[in-house]
């Protein structure tokens, strides 16, 4: 079936350790999404890609990265993660949204922890 | 900036009865999408109804319709004949024509009751 992955569903990093988390699609579609979700709250997007094209949230902290390195992969690197970095984080992906209105798909989630 | 509204932080329901989740949010924009998202406890979000705002036209999808008033901004899900199933945070969330970015809601807690 045709879906989006996330590895691994569960992190744990120490911290100041870098750590990356992983997100790929068999969808095909041209945008990527992370999202930050804490603890009861909504998702926050922090960061996009429109194919090849990175389009940064105002207020994602320097500390997050991402990387598109083909269609069916995204990354996210969180340089130096603080205690305050423990969350769930979500990809999303969807086709071209110039269209109208297409539905993002979400990937199940990794949940990190920060010791 | 848009914002998204939801008044319930948490609603419950006895099996086979009918719940209402409102949402109200906020634009000076024509052309928008609203979304309602589910996400049950560790598990992925999927979508649940979206609406155009240029339909008129409520949407629906089986057991789920919206009443969406556009003057008044408002987005409400309807859950008819509550499944166990059913239970899950539920998000609204807004999409500006032509832009990527989801504004969401911060969620609806929705408990089925047997």
């Known amino acids: 079936d045709a879906m989006v992955i996330q590895n691994p569903r569960y992190q744990v990093t120490q911290f100041g350790k870098p750590v990356t988390l992983s997100c790929s699609q068999t969808?095909?579609?041209?945008?990527m999404y992370w999202y930050q979700q804490k603890s009861s709250q909504a998702p926050k997007l922090l960061f996009h890609?429109?194919?090849?094209?990175?389009?940064n949230e105002a207020d994602t902290p320097d500390n997050f990265q991402s990387r598109r390195p083909n269609t069916s992969f995204c990354f996210l690197d969180i340089r130096s993660p603080g205690l305050g970095d423990a969350a769930m984080y979500l990809c999303?992906?969807?086709?071209?949204?110039?269209?109208?209105?297409?539905?993002?798909?979400f990937g199940p989630g990794t949940r990190l922890t920060v010791l | 900036a848009q914002t998204v509204t939801q008044s319930q932080p948490e609603m419950s329901v006895q099996e086979a009865e009918t719940v209402t989740l409102s949402c109200t949010y906020d634009?000076?924009?024509?052309?928008?999408?609203l979304f309602w998202y589910k996400q049950p406890p560790s598990r992925q979000m999927i979508l649940v109804i979206r609406?155009?705002?240029?339909?008129?036209q409520n949407a629906t999808e089986n057991r789920f319709s919206v009443n969406f008033q556009k003057a008044a901004k408002s987005f409400s899900l309807k859950i008819s004949d509550s499944q166990l199933g059913d239970a899950a945070m539920y998000f609204c969330?807004?999409?500006?024509?032509?832009?990527?970015?989801?504004?969401f809601g911060k969620g609806t807690k929705l408990t089925v009751n047997p």
């Open positions: 999303a992906t969807s086709r071209d949204p110039s269209g109208r209105g297409h539905t993002q798909y």
């Open positions: 969808l095909n579609h041209n945008v």
């Open positions: 890609y429109y194919d090849k094209d990175f389009n």
């Open positions: 634009t000076s924009e024509s052309d928008y999408y």
């Open positions: 609406q155009e705002a240029y339909k008129q």
């Open positions: 969330a807004y999409r500006e024509g032509g832009s990527e970015k989801l504004v």
